[in-house]
């Protein structure tokens, strides 16, 4: 157990539909970095928070959000879903230095 | 722009032997490097990383070179293990401070053959 909690392990949707995606980190840990893994491919960048505010953000299409609570767990939201959205999400966090990811939400959009 | 890259899908090694990654990026700024192992059904693990005023790392039976005018990095894994199997990525940031985001190459997958 990573200390990096992610929720559901696994989804399976219709295309057009909507999911939410939970992280919650590491106990102290404030940033929270969200990370897609499609088939074949590396770790992409999402989007990055910090101690409740967006601090970066990366390849993130416009039907994708998230955010980061007070209590610094986060949420991916995704939206208008497509097939080829299919795919790995990474939740890591990370205090000092050193992410710590979360074992994944695997979605599949059918 | 894949700023990290990884050309090598696939590594094939027989137990005991040597396992080599390598990873290239292009990004000048970049200034810290890490490697990072996943096991299926898991998040991928730290492994080993590397600051850019070194240009080698050792951790037991891992160790991790930089050549910065190349813009390499590898990973040595002496002696193999079955258990190394698995896929291996390259990251790569600018600082290693807090809040500094990983770029990650695209992983090579390594088997190590009994």
């Known amino acids: 157990d990573s200390g990096v909690t992610q929720t559901p392990k696994h989804l399976i949707t219709a295309t057009g539909q909507r999911v939410t995606l939970r992280c919650s980190p590491r106990?102290?840990?404030?940033?929270v970095y969200w990370y897609q893994q499609s088939l074949d491919q590396g770790l992409q960048f999402l989007i990055q928070?910090?101690?409740?505010?967006?601090?970066a953000k990366g390849n993130i299409l416009e039907r994708f959000s998230a955010q980061q609570f007070p209590d610094l767990h986060s949420e991916l939201n995704l939206s208008s879903l497509e097939l080829g959205d299919s795919a790995l999400y990474f939740c890591?966090?990370?205090?000092?230095?050193?992410?710590?990811f979360g074992s994944g939400t695997r979605l599949t959009v059918v | 722009d894949q700023q990290v890259k990884q050309n090598s899908p696939s590594l094939s090694v027989q137990e005991g032997r040597i396992s080599i990654l390598n990873c290239d990026y292009t990004?000048?700024?970049?200034?810290?490097f890490l490697w990072y192992k996943k096991y299926p059904a898991e998040g991928p693990t730290f492994l080993i990383s590397?600051?850019?005023?070194?240009d080698k790392n050792e951790d037991g039976r891992f160790t991790v070179f930089l050549n910065k005018s190349a813009k390499h990095l590898s990973l040595h894994i002496v002696p193999s293990q079955p258990g190394d199997s698995a896929v291996y990525f390259c990251?790569?940031?600018?600082?290693?401070?807090?809040?500094?985001?990983?770029?990650f190459g695209e992983g090579t997958q390594l088997t190590v053959n009994p």
């Open positions: 890591a966090s990370s205090v000092n230095y050193g992410y710590t």
């Open positions: 106990s102290g840990d404030l940033s």
């Open positions: 590397i600051s850019s005023i070194k």
């Open positions: 928070y910090y101690n409740g505010e967006e601090r």
């Open positions: 990251a790569a940031s600018e600082g290693e401070t807090s809040g500094s985001r990983l770029t």
């Open positions: 990004n000048s700024m970049f200034d810290y």
